[in-house]
């Protein structure tokens, strides 16, 4: 059985159902089928998450908001015109988009939630009408009804891990099933969604829930491309990667594939495989536990930026025990999240986000750091890249910082910040955030054109 997650630019008209439906029709074991609500059409088209969370804030405060509903109810119309669906299907979408504004609005992020979430709710309902109508016998399935638990964090939930065993269950049934990506319901039966793009949540937890063979993410890209292709002239296509590296490259930037949908995949080894719509000849890039096949030592470089160094010196700042604790403990305190803290003898820096520092926080934080730690100097740095290498096979191979290191010298940029942990999947480079295009040329070019 596999479990087949269809984005929202898969989604987005009459004819990608089309191709939806002949990629189910391909393949008798793609049995589960995840949606997102329609998505873009053209690069200026608006999404319909989008559309549906302008409704819900003009609605809580008290705005009109018929333009956008009517480009909602427009997106599903068009759809179901399109393919001669039975009015039935679009009656039952006007009623809850109705429903849905006369909800209840003390507590604004559930209201709010609950609009997003019937973006695919109503798209699933809309592809299990299509399905049938052609000769694919399915259902919907309501999340609730399913046991997809979460926590209680509207925008923002995680799934509770009793819910696989329920989940389970649906392995038993025989049509094709048709599951709204993106939300489910806290234990007090309230609906939450998972942050943005969390549609690829939704189909890595079922595929956990049902044990499948393979989960499908079917999106709008041939493959992962081994660098950022609005950046690197046509990158070469991963075929193969390890969970440990999607995990590595998605940190820095790869956007592919939701950050939290590797993990209840990974919990049971079941591969994931990124594939397109519009090309679903082509074999995509499989994520898997362990390599199967002969790889290059370097698989991706991805690069991110907006990130702050805080660079702190105090003298014999070796000798003192707990300093490094009581300054991550400051920066606790003032609802900062790190991200890395490299160190020197007498120093020690440490890497954040930067949308985290406000001007106030900024000033509290160096006014804590030299009252309370004392230190002697504390240094800001704002705008700086971090580029990863990454690649399980760098382990023990030996010069794979030298062919780095000599590549950016080449382009005289300036490394700020160096980074490898012990378990040598991934070198980290800090660099100034100008400079951050040219080093991912830099390095594409040494890893993957020169050493070829
Ligand atoms: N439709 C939601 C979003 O745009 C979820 C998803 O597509 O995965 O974020």
Redesign the pocket.
């Known amino acids: 059985m596999k479990v087949v997650k269809f984005?929202?630019s898969s989604l987005a008209s009459a004819q990608q159902f089309r191709k939806v439906i002949q990629i189910i029709k391909d393949d008798s074991a793609r049995k589960i089928v995840v949606v997102?609500?329609p998505?873009k059409r053209f690069s200026q088209d608006e999404?319909v998450?989008d559309l549906l969370i302008s409704i819900a804030n003009k609605s809580l405060a008290k705005q009109d908001f018929s333009n956008e509903m009517n480009k909602v109810v427009y997106r599903y119309q068009e759809i179901a015109d399109e393919l001669h669906l039975d009015e039935q299907v679009m009656e039952m979408i006007r009623l809850n988009l109705n429903e849905l504004v006369a909800g209840d609005k003390k507590v604004p992020k559930y209201y709010i939630d609950a609009f997003?979430a019937s973006?695919?709710d109503n798209n699933a309902k809309l592809v299990a009408a299509y399905f049938n109508q052609e000769g694919v016998l399915a259902s919907y399935v309501n999340p609730q009804a399913a046991g997809l638990l979460v926590t209680d964090e509207p925008d923002n939930a995680r799934v509770l891990p009793e819910s696989y065993d329920t989940l389970e269950k649906l392995r038993s049934r025989n049509e094709v099933l048709v599951f709204p990506?993106?939300f489910g319901y806290t234990k007090e039966g309230r609906l939450c969604t998972f942050s943005?793009?969390?549609?690829?949540i939704t189909g890595a937890i079922l595929a956990n829930g049902v044990e499948a063979e393979l989960y499908e993410n079917f999106t709008d890209v041939d493959a992962i491309f081994a660098a950022n292709p609005a950046v690197v002239k046509d990158p070469i296509p991963v075929a193969e990667l390890t969970y440990r590296e999607m995990r590595e490259l998605s940190y820095a930037g790869f956007s592919v594939l939701?950050d939290e949908a590797l993990e209840p995949a990974f919990k049971k080894g079941i591969p994931v495989v990124i594939k397109n719509t519009n090309n679903p000849a082509s074999p995509g890039t499989k994520i898997v536990k362990e390599h199967t096949k002969e790889h290059a030592p370097i698989i991706g470089i991805a690069s991110s930026s907006g990130f702050i160094n805080i660079y702190i010196e105090k003298y014999l700042m070796n000798r003192e025990i707990g300093f490094g604790r009581k300054v991550l403990q400051l920066l606790e305190s003032h609802g900062l999240s790190y991200e890395h803290t490299p160190s020197g003898i007498d120093n020690m820096t440490v890497i954040l986000r930067g949308h985290q520092m406000t001007p106030e926080i900024e000033l509290a934080l160096i006014k804590s750091l030299k009252e309370k730690l004392l230190v002697d100097s504390v240094t800001i740095e704002r705008d700086v890249s971090l580029i990863m290498l990454v690649g399980e096979g760098m382990r023990n191979q030996i010069g794979t910082m030298a062919i780095a290191a000599q590549a950016l010298r080449d382009r005289q940029i300036n490394i700020d910040m160096v980074n490898q942990g012990a378990s040598e999947n991934s070198v980290m480079f800090g660099i100034k955030e100008k400079e951050e295009d040219r080093a991912v040329e830099a390095l594409y070019h040494a890893f993957f054109e020169e050493s070829l």
């Open positions: 984005g929202g997102s609500a998505g999404k998450t997003k973006g695919e990506g993106f943005r793009g969390g549609s690829d939701h």
